[in-house]
């Protein structure tokens, strides 16, 4: 496993610094306006570095045994097709958002079903076959979770830390609770946002794009259904763990659709948003995110983990201070400046 992160960091660390020049060079620049968060022209497009690095530390765990064809299958074809309609979006060549929530629930819905649905899931001591209704709320899960972190990349650094946090606190808790070499293919997400994190340190010096942002978000999720059919309490522990960019873009949306604003329409009022404007500065918000995962969240998917407290107890103590700090944090209303 070493191995395999040292060669996952260093090819998304080489990686970046090539797509990052020939972005320069092509011109493909994010361009700041009213609704964005930088303020100099900046490259897109780093997350390319990251499913690249990411398909390869997959293809090494395949080798070795440590990650079956099934699974490998289930991760990268959804992840890659995901991937590629991110990038056509970065690139201007796919601007209708309906059309891509519509590509997006193809995806998913080709990934749970390949999987043969939503496994059984244990809610309080019994595990629960949801069926048809499981399979449709894995569908939402999927798209959501690759939409979200979508909004959720729009200061630097704050998807590195997020990603880097979760993935490696998710793969300890699965090394250590679970017989299963998945945690192996958890870290390596992590390890790749640790190559990439490099460039997008304030003030970053590239960005993921759609390509990065929407892949990490939709492996994130698949994996966490196939984590679910090994070790259903671990898959809870990971959706705990994501709680902080869960709760944000939620409220967000919701206030945003009860106000009758447009929520295809790019904005700038998610509560890390406020936050970083109220601070001035991309860092000490994005770091205070992996503060809560690993300060207030991670303790709580661990004790779920560990049958301590269930799953559902879990959720009700991790989600409402972070959806009501989002609350607080005007997360869906327009800045009034």
Not at 269 to 282: K, M, P, V
Request: aromatic fraction near 8%; glycine fraction near 8%; hydrophobic fraction near 55%.
């Amino acid at each position: 496993m070493i191995i395999i992160a040292v060669v996952t960091v260093a090819i998304a660390l080489a990686l970046t610094a090539m797509i990052r020049r020939m972005s320069l060079r092509r011109g493909h620049l994010d361009i700041p306006n009213e609704r964005s968060s930088h303020s100099s022209p900046t490259p897109h497009g780093g997350g390319i570095a990251v499913v690249a690095a990411l398909v390869v530390a997959g293809l090494m765990l395949l080798g070795a045994d440590k990650l079956s064809t099934r699974d490998f299958v289930a991760v990268f074809v959804p992840g890659l097709a995901i991937a590629v309609v991110g990038r056509l979006d970065d690139l201007g060549r796919l601007t209708s958002a309906k059309w891509r929530l519509f590509i997006h629930f193809v995806i998913a819905a080709f990934a749970i079903w390949y999987l043969g649905g939503l496994p059984e899931l244990t809610l309080f001591d019994a595990a629960i076959d949801f069926s048809i209704l499981g399979n449709c709320v894995a569908i939402v899960y999927l798209v959501w979770l690759l939409n979200l972190f979508n909004f959720m990349d729009g200061i630097d650094l704050i998807t590195t830390v997020e990603t880097v946090t979760v993935c490696l606190v998710a793969a300890w808790i699965l090394q250590v609770k679970a017989d299963s070499d998945l945690w192996m293919l958890i870290a390596s997400i992590g390890a790749a946002l640790i190559g990439f994190g490099v460039f997008n340190l304030p003030p970053a010096k590239i960005f993921l794009g759609d390509v990065g942002s929407a892949f990490i978000g939709a492996t994130i999720g698949i994996v966490t259904i196939i984590v679910a059919d090994e070790s259903p309490l671990v898959a809870w522990s990971m959706v705990i763990l994501l709680a902080t960019f869960v709760s944000d873009s939620t409220v967000t949306l919701l206030r945003r659709l009860v106000s009758r604003q447009h929520v295809y329409k790019a904005h700038r009022t998610h509560a890390y948003q406020h936050l970083t404007t109220r601070l001035d500065s991309h860092l000490a918000v994005s770091l205070g995110v992996g503060a809560i995962n690993l300060i207030w969240l991670a303790p709580i998917a661990w004790l779920v983990a560990d049958s301590k407290i269930v799953p559902l107890a879990g959720i009700a103590i991790a989600y409402p201070p972070l959806i009501l700090t989002a609350y607080i944090l005007q997360a869906g209303k327009p800045r009034l400046n």
